[in-house]
């Protein structure tokens, strides 16, 4: 079964620190891997997408990695600031049959305090 | 920045009645989709479309679920019946490369 899980399910830390978020996907044939930020409420926004070639793609101060051989990605949020308080989602896709079949993560649950 | 809208934002509605939800894409997209996130849990995919028809659906997309593209630029989902379990956030979304664009969701509640 295609699986998408994540950790931390949630984390708090002090404004200016950095952290590091985890996703391990089952999915399969691989097509793409995006991480998204979904503040409450409110629609996912994409933050990096990385196909199968890609280790490393960075957006501001999000950097995101990925290692398809052992199939985990993770999100690192440098001097994070009281704005990343969100939800931080990994998405994997998987092409079949020329379409796109996307599988969400839980998300991880950022909080950033002062 | 050109945006996926979705109306309503709210809707409340009694068991059993039919509701539609409301997109309108990105201009130039050619894929569209619908999600739900029950509160508390993940995003759920539900059907994606492209040139007119369904392309893939999950199993959550049953016969009370239909979508429609009635014009160049809406694109509706709707819900025949709805039942209690129904109530969740349901999310548009649109892309023409790789990157989906999510709208901000309507929240529906089934009383």
């Known amino acids: 079964k295609n699986q998408v899980e994540q950790s931390p399910q949630s984390l708090i830390i002090l404004e200016g620190k950095n952290c590091t978020l985890q996703c391990n996907y089952t999915v399969s044939p691989f097509s793409n891997l995006r991480w998204y930020k979904q503040d409450t409420g409110r629609g996912p926004v994409s933050l990096t997408i990385?196909?199968?070639?890609?280790n490393t793609k960075s957006n501001g101060r999000y950097t995101a990695t990925l290692d398809a051989d052992t199939k985990q990605s993770s999100l690192h949020i440098t001097a994070s600031q009281l704005s990343d308080s969100a939800s931080y989602i990994c998405v994997v896709s998987q092409n079949s049959g020329g379409y796109q079949k996307v599988t969400f993560g839980i998300g991880t649950k950022l909080q950033v305090i002062p | 920045e050109p945006e996926v809208t979705q109306t309503p934002s709210h809707q409340v509605t009694q068991m059993g009645q039919e509701v539609i939800l409301r997109c309108v894409p990105i201009s130039n997209h050619l894929y569209f989709y619908w999600y739900r996130q029950i509160l508390g849990q993940k995003v759920e995919f539900l059907v994606s479309f492209y040139n007119n028809e369904i392309s893939e659906k999950s199993e959550i997309f049953d016969d009370q679920f239909s979508v429609e593209r009635p014009d160049g630029s809406n694109f509706t989902l709707k819900i025949r019946s709805t039942k209690l379990e129904d109530s969740a956030m349901y999310f548009c979304?649109?892309?023409?490369?790789?990157?989906?664009?999510f709208g901000p969701g309507t929240r529906l509640l089934v009383l």
């Open positions: 990385m196909t199968f070639s890609e």
């Open positions: 979304a649109s892309k023409v490369q790789e990157t989906q664009y």
